[in-house]
Every structure is written in structure tokens, then in C-alpha cells.
């Protein structure tokens, strides 16, 4: 079954809500280790634009293989 790019959309922002808690989580727990301090307010504000960028990434993603998996292959009929 084919899936609708609104399907594809809200798959592609419920990965990224998922991922923006693990990121800003990730960025408060390994920023100290490399000298980074920042606020929760920084780490906040850096999780949300790259949870933009990966909506954005992840949907372009699902639409390109979309696209790949629902092309007809080429006909290996010669005749014609």
C-alpha cells in the first residue's frame, strides 16, 4: 500500500519529537565532556532547529523512496 505524504509528514514530525527530547538530552549530558557549556535554553533552542532540518530531511527522505518503491520497473518485453 502506498503512503500519503500527509501519512509521510506526520510519521517524519513524530520521529523528530522523539528525537528532539533524545538530542536536547544527549547535548546537556555530552557538551560538558567537550568543554561546551550552555544553557537549557541554548540546548533547547539547537534542538529545535535541527529537529526543523531533520522534518525536513526525513520527509525529502520518505518521498524519494516512496517515489523509488511505486516506479514500474522498465518492461524487458523487446517486442513492439
Known sequence: M???RLM?????VANVIVGYGVAVMTQI???PIFGLHTTLAQN????????VV????SFALRR?????????P???DNSG
Open 74 to 76: 522498465p518492461s524487458l
Open 64 to 72: 524519494l523512496f516512496e517515489a523509488i518503491r511505486t516506479k514500474k
Open 8 to 12: 509521510s509528514l506526520v510519521e517524519s
Open 54 to 57: 531533520s522534518i525536513a530531511r
Open 44 to 51: 533547547l533552542k539547537m534542538g529545535a532547529v535541527f529537529s
Open 29 to 31: 549530558l555530552i557538551f
Open 2 to 4: 502506498k503512503q500519503s
